[in-house]
């Protein structure tokens, strides 16, 4: 479907992730355009043409807040390892001999596809050569919140964090008013950059009233060096420097305490919470029932693939449903409305976009997937949150639909060519 | 291809699973009837249809050591509630209502559906009208482990644990012998067969040779309950009534003791660990790598769709590897090689099949998946177990290869028609 054709969805059962959790059976929206016009049930009253999806699902794309998307490279590199031995031996030199710009460009366009397949519709990526990051996804058609990674050190893509910085604020000017990048200064973590440029961090986003994204608080290792470092823990020194505001999201925040965690709430800060990446590096399981009794946004995050190693927010869904009952002793924590909410709306919060995405209502951006229910996965379905949260797998996902247009339909993508994509990594041969 | 045919499957990478972990790079594997005849590198010695399977992976098919299979049909009925309300309110009023003979069947290919499409071949079941699941799996070419689950109230099957016992071992004697179907004893648990059951029980195993499994320390309260009854926990209880040996296999084993765990390597009882279950009811996290420090043999469970809510054995092998990571702080345990092993070879050892199933090997029989590597999620390859435990999902997996039939090509069901599954699911209408 064109982007600028007005068109409906019709014979749907929409899952809207409105303030009400409205659930509309036998129901339709209209695009025109970017943009939702009306939703309701029965015939659509606009004219435009009409596509009946059979009685599927339609629901928000996933919001994937916390995602390193060019790593997908990496994916699988090494595994089992403790984190600085994954990290100094693994990861940072297969980095610094393969993060070139065009291998940046191939690992991007494998990750946009596998995020595309498994319903993501925005992203909120930290990585280097954004610019060529977010050539790739407009060129896919996805929406993404991203900047040039700041950090201290030379990476391939700065010798330092002065040109990190000019990279970052270049990026913010280049991409201001894109439909489908959303610039935004992310910065890796406090004991990563020096006072000084997390100061500057923070006047760039206060300049261009972007959002921020950091890792906070992943590993007790890092609570502990940032403590002996500064005198203060990595929320006490954002709080310090005003950078722990509604503007911030915190990747990981495993090891928040209790102070921390009435901080985050009182400031409005946002958690992207990474539960298979968290898992999988042994760093722990962040407490997020307590989070959520706190009030605070968590949305979910998959990490970057070389440590979950997919970017399938289905899965991380539903391990985030799962894994606070088992490590609480307590199986009412986490539902599965509260778990498609981390995974669409707090998304759309935590990036400061929930005034044009993550629940589907007039006026809000056309970002949505359609899922197949005539499956045994989603057979029978009791109750629509539970069959997607706990039953769906990513392969029921038939079409994807970002700002108005399809980036998948029957499973086969629009805007990527997969075999291509598929063959141009396996023959970098990396590592090999 | 017919069972009754000499064939080569060629140009494969083979994870064998054997005991050196052999991985066979450009093999083959050639089958004569049941039986894997040959396996080796180029082209195949013996005459027959070949089929190039492009380089793709070819594995052993999952072995899920504990599911409730019929109850596929009660998938998403009830969620995120205590395990007692859960029980009590909604899975036992709907199983009074809805279990009769003919809905088992529906569940019953509901689920064999569903593993088919999930890659697995070998499944233990748990529950009722076992004649008329193991009737729906000899149809469906699946292989499995089962009996009449074994307790003392009356269920829509049988009016008392008297009568459960001879449905018992009527079953065993109907359906020793079978090419798929496995009898064994199949009891509830501790909790809810009394002594002089779980007596017969033992002596009816030691009969007729079969393998036993039942429920052990699933939840803090069943152990609680047990020891305030008999004055020992399940486990202890067990073995004093002879029922810890190494015909057994304990599912879920959350809350074993030192004393427990020292019990189970000494008397060889394996382990059915059910992660996702443990998770979703609140059941807890099993310590596995304490248990496989001490040389237990964990194998993998789905447990029932009722609470998982899917029967997905590369989810639960993914859940396997990541979760004990995040819960000890350990990122080396449970490492991939561990993880695919508890789904294969060490499922097989708990059933006491690894003379036949669990592995590539010649006079094996072949039960085996093959899995498609050119697509987004098997991109790149790096270390084959990774990319399997970790990056894979499902729709990865092509073809399914039972006792020498196909069962999957192409992710189409050769045995089974998915569509009327679905249909009739649909139109039992349960809890409408």
């Given at each position: ?187 890796h973590a406090t004991y990563t950059c020096k006072k000084n440029t997390l100061i500057k ?218 075999n291509l994509i598929v063959e141009q990594v396996k023959s970098l041969k990396i590592m090999?």
């Open positions: 479907m064109q982007e600028s054709i007005l068109h409906s969805y019709t014979n749907a059962v929409i899952i809207t992730i409105n303030k009400c959790m409205d659930i509309i059976k036998n129901g339709y929206i209209t695009v025109n355009g970017n943009k939702i016009i009306d939703i309701g049930t029965g015939e659509p009253k606009s004219g435009g043409i009409t596509i009946d999806v059979g009685g599927k699902i339609i629901m928000p794309g996933f919001v994937n807040a916390h995602t390193h998307m060019p790593m997908t490279l990496y994916r699988g590199i090494a595994d089992d390892l403790p984190l600085m031995e994954w990290l100094e031996e693994h990861i940072w030199p297969a980095e610094a001999k393969y993060t070139t710009e065009e291998n940046v460009r191939i690992g991007a366009r494998l990750g946009l596809a596998e995020m595309i397949k498994t319903g993501t519709t925005t992203f909120c990526d930290m990585y280097f050569f954004a610019d060529a990051v977010a050539e790739e996804t407009e060129k896919a058609g996805l929406r993404s919140v991203m900047g040039e990674g700041i950090l201290e050190f030379a990476t391939n893509s700065f010798e330092h964090s002065k040109a990190a910085l000019e990279k970052a604020e270049n990026f913010i000017k280049k991409w201001s008013g894109n439909k489908l990048i959303h610039p935004a200064v992310i910065f961090v923070k006047e760039m986003a206060e300049k261009y009233k972007v959002p921020m994204t950091t890792h906070i608080s992943e590993t007790k290792g890092e609570v502990e060096n940032v403590t002996y470092e500064q005198g203060k823990n990595p929320v006490q020194y954002l709080k310090e420097l005003k950078l722990l505001n509604n503007k911030l999201t915190g990747a990981h925040c495993v090891w928040l305490t209790e102070y921390d965690q009435k901080d985050f709430a009182k400031h409005g800060t946002s958690i992207a919470h990474c539960p298979t990446s968290n898992l999988k590096l042994g760093s722990g399981i962040a407490p997020i029932p307590d989070y959520l009794k706190k009030g605070i946004n968590v949305a979910l995050g998959t990490d970057g693939a070389a440590s979950n190693n997919n970017l399938d927010m289905v899965e991380e869904m539903r391990l985030a449903a799962l894994l606070h009952k088992g490590n609480t002793l307590n199986p009412t924590v986490v539902n599965a409305k509260t778990a498609i909410k981390m995974a669409t709306i707090n998304g759309a919060k935590a990036l400061g976009l929930d005034n044009i995405i993550g629940s589907l209502e007039v006026g809000k951006r056309a970002d949505f997937i359609i899922i197949d229910t005539e499956n045994t996965f989603m057979t029978p379905i009791y109750d629509y949150y539970s069959a997607i949260v706990y039953s769906m797998n990513s392969s029921c996902i038939e079409t994807v639909v970002v700002n108005g247009k399809e980036l998948m339909v029957g499973r086969e993508l629009v805007t990527l060519n997969e090999q």
